[in-house]
């Protein structure tokens, strides 16, 4: 894949408007697309045949795929990256997508996962593909953590933020857990908070531990590993996911082949473990990114595309990210900047709240 761009450069304009025609043909109707279609708006006079020779060029190059002996060519995986990558014309969203994605910020609520929640679901409707919205992590300062102990092999850690926000989670203690080390594990995280985010705090916890090993026995060193460690567990990431539009997967009529594929689809949307872990990938880097077929895990059986970006904070902090998931033959052109200019809007309506 690496050398789709070094492929693009070289190709002629003839062979680079027929690759971009077929592309973009079926994207528009999920169709192949013939020689004969081509030759009637082509900028060039040239034969069916002509443009034939081109597209088996194209197809031996890895970029087309004849699904049947007499039929047209559809692009392949690779196509579809080179495509994105090289020849993609993206503008802004029109008037009406913006309309309808910023109805959502209609509501004066606080509730900023009432507002997300709104957002999931103009996002999908105005894709007509299914929407993914990764909630914000905590940022507020940690005031105070306590370990609550409910049976052998059960345990509740509390967090108290600063803001006046309690959550607690269920968790399985480390063996031999005893109501003293459980203190002592409090006091020790206690002494550490000092108005740290708990991604701060994750961040001195191990050097602090290293540090300060005579200090903390290795029952509470083991309750402070296994007690934070739910909040960036899988558990933490299902909880921030929020998928709506499922059902838009559906509105194509498809063979049994694709609807097979869009079950593979939706049992790992309803698991959410490998689209929050990606997700969180998208929270890496800034602007949108586009992943198709199965250049992921998550898409290898459903054959499907996610265009995401992350949204940030008013520190220009990046702290979530929206995306919509669909066919590989998106109208990736529309889809790219409605995806981001969701995000941005989502980044302001929440640096505003805060």
Not at 77 to 82: A, F, K, P, S, V
Not at 230 to 252: F, H, K, M, P
Not at 255 to 268: A, M, P
Not at 290 to 306: A, D, M, P, V, Y
Request: aromatic share 4%; charged share 25%; no cysteine.
């Amino acid at each position: 894949m690496n050398d789709t761009p070094n492929i693009l450069g070289e190709m002629n304009d003839r062979s680079r408007e027929v690759f971009r025609r077929v592309v973009e043909g079926y994207l528009d109707d999920g169709m192949p697309v013939g020689s004969r279609t081509l030759t009637r708006d082509f900028s060039e006079k040239v034969s069916a045949a002509t443009i034939r020779n081109v597209m088996q060029d194209l197809e031996y190059l890895g970029l087309l795929d004849s699904p049947h002996v007499s039929a047209g060519r559809i692009p392949t995986q690779m196509g579809l990256r080179m495509f994105v990558d090289g020849l993609l014309e993206i503008g802004d969203p029109d008037a009406l997508d913006r309309e309808k994605i910023d109805a959502t910020a209609a509501s004066n609520s606080e509730d900023v996962s009432g507002l997300l929640d709104r957002v999931g679901s103009a996002l999908s409707g105005v894709t007509q593909g299914a929407s993914l919205v990764m909630t914000p992590k905590r940022e507020a300062p940690i005031k105070h953590i306590e370990f609550v102990s409910l049976s052998p092999d059960r345990a509740l850690v509390v967090l108290v933020f600063a803001d006046g926000h309690v959550e607690n989670r269920l968790f399985s203690p480390p063996p031999g857990q005893t109501p003293s080390s459980m203190r002592e594990a409090a006091n020790f995280l206690n002494a550490l908070i000092e108005g740290r985010t708990l991604s701060e705090l994750h961040g001195v916890m191990k050097a602090e531990i290293s540090n300060r090993r005579q200090e903390i026995d290795k029952l509470a060193q083991d309750l402070v590993e296994s007690g934070l460690a739910v909040w960036e567990g899988e558990g933490d990431q299902i909880e921030r996911l929020i998928v709506r539009g499922r059902s838009n997967l559906l509105s194509d009529e498809g063979d049994g082949e694709n609807l097979e594929r869009i079950r593979h689809l939706f049992d790992d949307l309803e698991r959410k473990r490998d689209i929050a872990e990606f997700l969180e990938l998208a929270e890496e880097g800034d602007g949108v990114r586009i992943f198709i077929g199965s250049e992921n895990k998550l898409f290898s059986l459903s054959g499907s595309s996610l265009v995401v970006s992350p949204y940030m904070n008013a520190d220009r902090k990046i702290i979530g990210a929206v995306g919509v998931i669909g066919p590989t033959r998106l109208n990736y052109g529309r889809i790219v900047p409605i995806v981001n200019y969701t995000a941005q809007l989502v980044g302001k309506l929440i640096s505003d709240r805060s």
